[in-house]
């Protein structure tokens, strides 16, 4: 049942396995929807959804495979009003009315109730047979049935394709452009804590207080612990101007999470146009006079710092493989753009190059060659929540 829908699911980058798709089937199967497809859109969304970055996904796939669906959750007015008030429940004899069920199944319901409201032209309530409250109809609400469809009720609000419609679950997506914060909250899990062998000890652990005053039998005892700090250092080197000023935005806000953070033990930021040659640069202009030699950066920095590139990695294919070719806002290089790569990566073996350029892109867009070559030398990552939390990990190896 629905399994075009498990496929639709997974199409749309949901990893919906088995277990939980048999889950739902099992809820399906003992009506915990009440015949609803409003009610059916949370018990799979809860059932379905592993994280919140899936949220979107889920709404995405199922409006594209219930929009066509005709439901009767949308009522003329009057039925919804004679259904706002509910009646007590009549008694009745459970096995009988359980008897009566035996053998309908969903289709059969639906179409008894789209025959209902052509024949029904007034309330009722307590019934077998209408549109009404109290009952053991397969209609309305605040009764018994065994199968059947609920209409109007307590808790009736929007209707699932209504909310789905809606999205408003799209920032939490793990593929979507990220803000600052997003930024920020990625690189904290860079750092790197230790205490120092010396220096006072002035940070209160309140863990190991508690646990000691309750050895004391009450009396207060103080455990007081050097400070943690962090002892990351970071090389960010970003590319600028030419093809990444469509990317501009996204990598400013990444430059300022970088240079917002203030746990890092250092941080180094240098500029670079395509790919870094023997010249870095001290500013995003690239200008010569703010150049300075990459052989002094990489001899004044020692291994343990954690390298970010950040750029779009298209370029021509000379401006990697040959020495003529490799030029800095036309000045020469004597040697090439690939060799420097290399000579970086072996210096700084956790090392990763962040591009802004959707991944779907990166083997038909202009630079796709030069794209593959940086990767057989580099990680390569896009620049999103999922693309830079991967990137974090390789850096943590």
Partial sequence: MFTDFLYLLRSYGMKTSLNEWNSLMDALEMNLNDASLTEFYYMARAVLVKKESEYDKFDQAFLAYFKNVQTFEELPKEVLDWLAKAHAQTPYDKDEVDARFAGLDLDDIRKMMAERLKEQHEQHHGGNKWIGTGGTSAF???????????????????????????????????????????????????????????????????????????????????????????????????????????????????????????????????????CFYDQLFTTPSCSWRDKISTEWVFHNLKPEYKVILVGDASMAPSEL?????????????????????????????????????????WAYAYGAYTISLIREEIPMFPLTAAGLEAGIKELKK
């Fill in 140 to 274: 309305g609400h605040s009764g018994y049935s065994p199968k059947g469809i609920r209409v109007g009720g307590p808790g009736k609000n929007r209707s699932a394709l209504q909310v789905a419609e809606q999205r408003n679950y799209r920032d939490f997506r793990d593929d979507a452009v990220i803000q600052i914060r997003q930024f920020q909250v990625a690189l904290k899990k860079l750092r790197l804590l230790s205490c120092r062998e010396d220096g006072p000890k002035t940070e209160l652990n309140v863990e190991k207080t508690i646990e000691k005053t309750c050895d004391e039998g009450g009396r207060l005892e103080l455990v007081m612990e050097r400070p943690r700090k962090n002892q990351t250092k970071l090389l960010l080197l970003m590319d600028s101007g030419g093809s990444m000023w469509a990317y501009a935005d996204l990598c400013n806000r990444l430059f300022q999470a970088v240079n917002q953070s203030s746990h890092f033990k250092d941080l180094k930021i240098y500029y670079f146009h395509n």
């Fill in 321 to 361: 493989l040959y020495r003529g070719g490799s030029l800095d806002y036309f000045h020469s290089n004597e040697r090439t753009g690939i060799y420097w790569l290399q000579e970086m990566h072996r210096r700084f073996p956790s090392a990763i190059w962040l591009n802004p350029m959707r991944e779907n892109n």
